[in-house]
């Protein structure tokens, strides 16, 4: 039978309904004070009906956690309109923090007025915490392994689970990873070397860390970070659990500094991906709420996730110092000493995600104590470019060594280019491989000039590559008039060799677009640049040509270049007539005699009469091979630098060949004994002719 209503009985049940309602349910007057409360509130609050009733809200809680609350209280009561509130807050007899849903509602007597407020509350933690553990996994996805670099990497997994997941999070990775290699697995029971990338904490100054970013600590294998890394499976611990405090109080350091600090819970994570071991991230927590399975769950989630982003770091280590390994193996060791020039140069890679490119330089020693000084740039990045540069360059030496013009060599260079795009191509189809770009598709410049100490003559050409700058003396700049040919690998089209007499001190820039392109993508721009910052009188400028490349590097490089760069800078010398003599000579065997005399007599001028033998009979073998073989102008010229220099030109193009007489020929073993009683020897061709040419090492 159901009650009357308005009967006592009815009241009486509605009175118990309101006490016995497992939501809080609670009733202010219009000030807000406490008129009634059910057991569930009470509970909240810490304190029953009879200890609240009368008392103003907030009872208990902090006034900042309730400010929210009584300012929607008093607008319910002036407005006398319904309110929902949401609030994240301690209750006074919780604690850890909930999420609460609030209902709020006038209750107004029988002629409408408002008379009380009541309250209904509703614990939203779960959903709460639901919501905020997928909104961590949607930043994860966009905030984790932006770039691909390692220290990054951990930072950004850090800051995001600092501090809405954890007090504190480090990020600790295996030596060999940040080598780019892979880690090996070590006996289950060793101790674990590993090197912090990240830390942070909720308290300024990162109290917690024992260990410094960048530096390396051993675990022993009880603590947690080496159970984690062994196991491969995430581990639990807290203070009070004998394994951890028997690894703080393990390293005196880490028990000073964790002095006063109680873990209620810690999650060591091992960062594994694609099956191999990588790191672990640990994370704690001092607050009152330990980590609960869900967090668990999301903390190896983030992990995976951030473990990916490194091994993609890794990878991307690897094959950037292979790569750079491989560019440095093949580019000049150390400073080059010329006669000609006094030389500094740089390379700087790019630590743009592209990888290494194909920049290159060299400085070659020819011969009569002339230099050609060499940059190219192939165009794309990685291994592959690092490796057609060393065929460009190893191709650039070889042909250097028969002395060809700087037209004729890129000439040749062009055809050899042509001829590896051919054969990549044969072997992709027949492999059926993917198609690569290859270096006739993807450009190669190169810019080849030598430089003569005696004439003080520089002779360049360009294949599609920026002209050098020309400082002189008086600190005047210039860029040298090219005429510019095709990149490499086009073919057909010719090259052309401009010459130009400089005067001794003069300062030759050579360089990859790396270092002007990056001004407004403009290399006009950047070569007016270059030129402005190389440009100084001779009293003003650094005598170092290395602090000088520093300079110009400083000057124009961004913080972090997107292209690789290389840079030669040169200054000129000059051999005058102290070092240098020339003869002419008759055509005939008679002068052969006088080529001696004349040796002998500048030898004993210079200081050389120990090096006359082998020198009087190197210039008769060479000057009568010239006369007998050769043709008019015949003439010897001797050198005196850091070697002794003998030529002999003569105006037949046909080079002489070395090789072996029999025991009864009468003749041929002259280039032999030449060959045998000099440091080395060669020939060169001339617009008129060729140049027979030795060298001896002095002292």
């Known amino acids: 039978m159901e009650p009357e209503t308005g009967s006592e009985e009815e009241r009486a049940l509605m009175d118990w309904a309101f006490r016995q309602s497992s939501i809080p349910l609670s009733v202010f007057d219009t000030e807000q004070r406490y008129l009634r409360l059910n057991e569930a509130a009470g509970v909240a609050m810490g304190a029953d009906e009879a200890a609240l009733r009368g008392h103003a809200f907030p009872f208990g809680a902090s006034e900042e956690d309730a400010r929210g609350m009584l300012e929607a209280l008093r607008s319910v009561a002036e407005h006398g309109r319904p309110l929902r509130y949401e609030v994240f807050a301690r209750a006074p007899a919780e604690e850890r923090e909930h999420a609460w ?12 007025r408002v008379c009380a407020i009541g309250t209904a509350s509703f614990d939203s933690s779960e959903q709460h915490w639901a919501r905020q553990r997928l909104a961590v996994l949607d930043e994860a996805a966009v905030s984790i392994g932006t770039t691909l670099d390692l220290g990054r990497t951990a930072e950004e997994l850090a800051r995001l689970v600092v501090p809405r997941f954890a007090d504190f999070a480090s990020i600790d ?43 390396a600590t051993t675990h022993p294998p009880f603590s947690p970070p080496a159970k984690a890394l062994r196991s491969g499976l995430a581990v639990v611990s807290a203070s009070g659990d004998p394994d951890f405090d028997r690894w703080i109080a393990d390293e005196p350091a880490r028990a000073q500094r964790m002095r006063g600090w109680t873990v ?24 009152p709420d330990p980590f609960t399975e869900d967090d668990f769950t999301l903390a190896k989630e983030l992990a995976s996730r951030a473990a990916v982003c490194v091994d993609n770091a890794r990878r991307y280590t690897r094959e950037r110092s292979a790569a750079l390994t491989l560019q440095e193996s093949l580019l000049p060791r150390g400073p080059s000493r010329q006669s000609a020039v006094e030389v500094a140069s740089r390379y700087l890679p790019t630590d743009s995600l592209a990888g290494i490119g194909g920049d290159w330089f060299d400085v070659i020693p020819l011969s009569g104590a002339r230099v050609a000084l060499v940059v190219g740039d192939v165009v794309g990045h990685g291994i592959h470019a690092a490796a057609t540069m060393g065929k460009l360059r190893t191709a650039v030496q070889t042909l250097a060594d028969v002395d060809l013009p700087p037209d004729e060599l890129l000439a040749h260079l062009d055809d050899l280019v042509l001829r590896l795009g051919s054969e990549d191509e044969r072997g992709e189809e027949e492999s059926g491989a993917v198609a690569r770009p290859r270096s006739g598709e993807t450009g190669a410049t190169c810019l080849y000039a030598v430089y003569d100490p005696v004439s003080r003559n520089l002779t360049a050409a360009s294949a599609g590559h920026p002209p050098p700058v020309l400082v002189m003396p008086d600190g005047s700049t210039s860029v040298l008039a090219l005429t510019a040919g095709p990149v490499l690998g086009v073919g057909g089209l010719p090259f052309e060799a401009t010459e130009l007499q400089l005067p001794e001190g003069s300062l030759v820039a050579l360089y990859s677009d ?40 400083a000057e124009l490089l961004p913080a972090h270049p997107t292209d690789d760069v290389a840079l030669v800078l040169a200054r000129t010398r000059a051999l005058d007539a102290d070092h240098v003599r020339v003869w002419d000579l008759a055509p005939d065997f008679a002068g052969v005699a006088q080529a001696r005399r004349l040796t002998l007599a500048q030898l004993d001028a210079w200081g050389l009469s120990e090096a006359g033998f082998v020198t009087e009979l190197v210039v008769s073998e060479l000057v009568t091979n010239a006369i007998r073989y050769g043709a008019e102008p015949i003439q010897l010229r001797l050198i005196h630098d850091r070697s002794l220099i003998c030529e002999v030109s003569d105006g037949n193009p046909t080079s002489p060949h070395l090789r072996r007489a029999r025991i009864l020929d009468e003749g041929g073993r002259g280039l032999l004994l030449v060959a045998q009683l000099t440091t080395s020897w060669g020939t060169r061709h001339t617009p008129t002719g060729k140049t027979i040419w030795t060298e001896q090492k002095l002292g």
């Open 173 to 215: 990775l295996l030596e060999p990873v940040l080598r780019g290699e892979e880690p090996e697995n070590g006996p289950p029971q060793s101790p674990v070397v590993l090197c912090r990338m990240a830390h942070l904490s909720t308290v300024p100054g990162t109290p917690e860390a024992v260990v410094g970013v960048g530096s």
């Open 514 to 553: 790396g270092l002007v392109g990056t001004i407004d993508h403009d290399p006009d721009l950047g070569i007016a640049r270059l030129r402005a910052t190389l440009a100084a009188p001779a009293a003003a400028r650094d005598p170092s040509l290395e602090t000088e490349c520093d300079r110009v590097l």
């Open 264 to 287: 209620t819970s810690l999650i060591a994570v091992p960062l594994i991906a694609r099956g191999t071991t990588l790191g672990v991230a640990v994370m704690l927590r001092t607050r």
């Open 101 to 112: 849903n609030l209902e709020i509602w006038p209750i107004r007597d029988e002629a409408g």
